[in-house]
């Protein structure tokens, strides 16, 4: 009997969670709202799902506040809604997440030309609502070309590159030392800081001082790359040690066999 009321007690249980089934996202009554006007309206979302915002999980309130689950509340300023900003605000606006770039950007050549009205802005090489990635990509001849010469963003861009291949060897190598139970908390550490360090200068423009840089970077990868060789010597060293030490005690074992068969005989 109490195995009966047991069961029926579980079935129940498994019946409610099926009825549940799983957890649900809540979806944002901006985007819920934006998506069903259509036209212009609906356009920031089509363009927002495309974009690295959404990969990363920034919703519409991320950059214009407000309440994104009442719909009534949404767009009261009570609420944290600052809407769109206009384009003098742009730098400081997307710069209340991006603190680092801004500060960069407004360093550059770019801000200065912004404040006299006709320089380049966040969005301009990087987009609103479909906003791309930070990536040495959108340094390209295109873009850097439709208001000046390529000539600096190309020395630029070179710079980087060159840099950026030898942190993602790094990273790549680390990787593999970390599989092989190396210690290498430290030279992540090191790596994670140099990477930062160099993307933080994207935004300067200064073309001397990404240069110098980038070759500062490049010496101390050099050095890490010493550390990982002597890292890569111990795992040859206990892979020979282990062989050695599995041969000597198979050879053991046969020749204590043979000799417990001549005592037999």
């Keep these: 009997m109490g195995l009966l009321i047991l069961f029926m007690l579980l079935s129940l249980s ?14 944002s ?45 949404a767009m009261n300023p009570e609420r944290g809604f600052v809407g769109a900003p206009k384009p003098a ?16 950007y407004k360093k550059s050549p770019h801000y200065r030309a912004f404040l006299n009205g006709n320089g380049p802005n966040c969005v ?19 873009l850097c ?6 000539e ?14 030898a942190l993602q060897e790094m990273k790549k190598e680390l990787t593999h030392l970390n599989k092989r139970g190396m210690p290498i908390k430290k030279l992540e550490e090191k790596l994670f800081s140099e990477r930062n360090s160099l993307h933080q200068m994207t935004h300067t423009l200064d073309v001397e001082e990404i240069q110098e ?24 060293f206990r892979w020979w040690t282990g062989t050695a030490v599995g041969g000597f005690l198979i050879i053991l074992i046969v020749f204590l066999v043979k000799l417990l068969k001549t005592f037999e005989e």
Excluded: Y
């Excluded at 498994?14 to 979806?27: C, F, H, M, N, Y």
């Excluded at 070309?145 to 390529?150: E, I, V």
């Excluded at 600096?152 to 291949?165: L, Y």
């Excluded at 970077?217 to 060789?229: D, F, G, N, R, V």
């Design 89 to 104: 605000q742009i730098p400081d606006f997307c710069g209340k997440c991006h603190v680092g770039v801004v500060e960069n």
């Design 145 to 150: 070309g439709s208001c000046h010469s390529f």
């Design 213 to 236: 840089k980038t070759r500062g970077a490049l010496t101390s990868l050099e050095t890490m790359k010493q550390e990982t060789m002597l890292l890569r010597k111990k795992i040859h």
């Design 152 to 165: 600096n963003g190309q020395k630029i861009k070179r710079a980087f590159v060159s840099a950026e291949v």
């Design 124 to 142: 301009t090489c990087h987009q609103s609502h479909n906003v791309q990635r930070a990536s040495f990509d959108l340094i390209q001849e295109d």
């Design 29 to 73: 009554v901006c985007i819920s709202c934006h998506a069903e006007l259509g036209g212009p309206m609906s356009e920031p979302v089509a363009l927002w799902e495309k974009s690295i915002h959404h990969e990363m999980g920034n919703n519409c309130e991320g950059c214009h506040g407000g309440d994104p689950n009442d719909a009534a509340e």
């Design 14 to 27: 498994a019946t409610d969670l099926a009825a549940e089934g799983p957890s649900q996202e809540k979806v």
